[in-house]
């Protein structure tokens, strides 16, 4: 445990300094002592993912037990890292603080030993009360930042507690099918055969009653199944595929979408951009296990010039940059690392891509605006003034019960998303 909680408390530092989780994660890995077992490797970042989503509990506990002053980094984070295990997670509590008070003297606070002990056996002994008082406070009790919390309160005023709680619970694993190689039932019973329980979702999905690595499924590596979240897989369907068609995906990394669309469609020219190099290699070599093909390229979207050909395409997804609001049980470090005018920046570069790539779209073709955020700056508004500017864009209806005008707002099957089709008339 001693290893997890060092490796979890330099992934952490770097998330509260402002970086990314998944890249704080493997620069942690690197520092390992000696090769990590898979069960270290996932404690490890079960603890960093979960200080994250309960980051203000943790640190409104912390901020009670602190005599005098905060401690400084590391040692906060190790704090934190402690806390987590001992509020969340089945480990022996007298391991979690024996082993936090050897992991402070190896980080090079020998003289703390006493004060991370004494911290963590005051929280043991008064858990009940510091908890209940913090979570007297929004903050507190749902673990976002205050401006987040009254931007979902004031736009989903009958459910913003449970879509801040749904945002709290751990995502499920969804599998997608490739029809190209199987149908679901065949693979759900390959699943089944391997002792794995899966139920249907959507089209082509699987819901894992248990998460399990990906080299533990059936046929992974030769591109029979890919994880991929139900609501991400509505894209290729809603995109209404026919054979030979012409298809951008403008913003495309890291290839899930792209893959899908490949998969459903039979003959399809499909052009897939990205601004980052290192992202679009990862969706050629996504592409490549899954054994298709696209024109992968690395560009700006919003700047046809450079990179467009002049010939119209049939079909044009836009997965557009934005704030990731309706992933957050993913990605917990999303809603500490977003500030409030990001949102208005964001819809700002989602106007632009929109704007510069539907002139790109034939006259009948068809394009899909998407976002993985409940927020309506980047949704339903961003659709409506879309519309405004556009004369030649007729909205279509998503005939599917799950949509609330195009909104699917997070629940046990399904991560928060948004999705408008535009016709070209």
């Not at 509505?234 to 595929?241: Q, T």
């Not at 836009?318 to 993913?330: I, M």
């Not at 879309?386 to 399904?414: N, V």
């Amino acid at each position: 445990m001693q290893e997890i909680q060092r490796l979890a408390t330099l992934a952490l530092a770097q998330v509260l300094n402002g970086r990314n989780l998944d890249h704080a994660l493997t620069d942690a890995r690197k520092q390992a002592k000696g090769r990590l077992t898979d069960h270290q490797r996932a404690s490890m970042q079960d603890a960093a993912y979960g200080v994250l989503r309960y980051r203000s509990e943790i640190e409104g506990v912390l901020l009670q037990l602190y005599p005098k002053r905060h401690p400084l980094p590391p040692l906060d984070a190790l704090l934190m890292v402690a806390t987590y295990q001992l509020l969340h997670t089945r480990s022996a509590h007298h391991a979690v603080v024996s082993h936090a008070v050897e992991t402070a003297a190896e980080m090079g606070s020998p003289s703390s030993k006493g004060f991370v002990n004494g911290v963590l056996r005051n929280l043991l002994r008064q858990k009940d009360g510091l908890l209940q008082q913090v979570h007297e406070t929004p903050e507190g009790r749902f673990s976002h930042p205050g401006w987040w919390i009254e931007k979902v309160r004031l736009q989903y005023p009958e459910r913003w507690e449970s879509l801040l709680e749904a945002a709290q619970q751990h995502a499920p694993m969804t599998l997608r099918v490739n029809r190209r190689h199987n149908s679901r039932d065949q693979y759900q019973q390959r699943l089944s055969q391997a002792g794995m329980a899966a139920i249907p979702v959507g089209s082509d999905g699987l819901v894992l009653e248990q998460p399990v690595s990906v080299a533990q499924l059936p046929g992974f590596d030769q591109g029979d199944v890919s994880v991929q979240d139900a609501s991400a897989q509505f894209a290729a369907e809603l995109l209404a595929l026919h054979p030979k068609q012409r298809v951008l995906d403008a913003c495309a990394a890291p290839g899930g979408k792209t893959a899908h669309i490949l998969e459903r469609g039979n003959g399809l020219e499909v052009w897939a951009l990205d601004q980052d190099a290192g992202r679009v290699r990862k969706m050629e070599a996504t592409l490549s296990r899954l054994k298709v093909q696209a024109h992968c390229q690395v560009a700006d979207a919003s700047q046809p010039d450079g990179w467009w050909d002049g010939v119209p395409f049939d079909r044009i997804l836009l997965d557009a940059p934005c704030s990731g609001s309706g992933v957050v049980r993913r990605h917990p470090d999303i809603k500490w690392l977003r500030r409030p005018e990001d949102i208005p920046a964001l819809a700002e570069t989602q106007t632009r891509l929109l704007d510069a790539l539907w002139p790109l779209l034939r006259r009948g073709g068809r394009l899909i605006y998407a976002t993985c955020s409940i927020f309506a700056e980047e949704n339903r508004m961003q659709a409506d003034a879309f519309l405004e500017r556009h004369p030649d864009a007729k909205p279509l209806p998503i005939e599917d019960p799950l949509f609330e005008e195009g909104q699917i707002l997070p629940d046990a099957m399904h991560d928060g998303f948004f999705y408008a089709i535009f016709r070209k008339v």
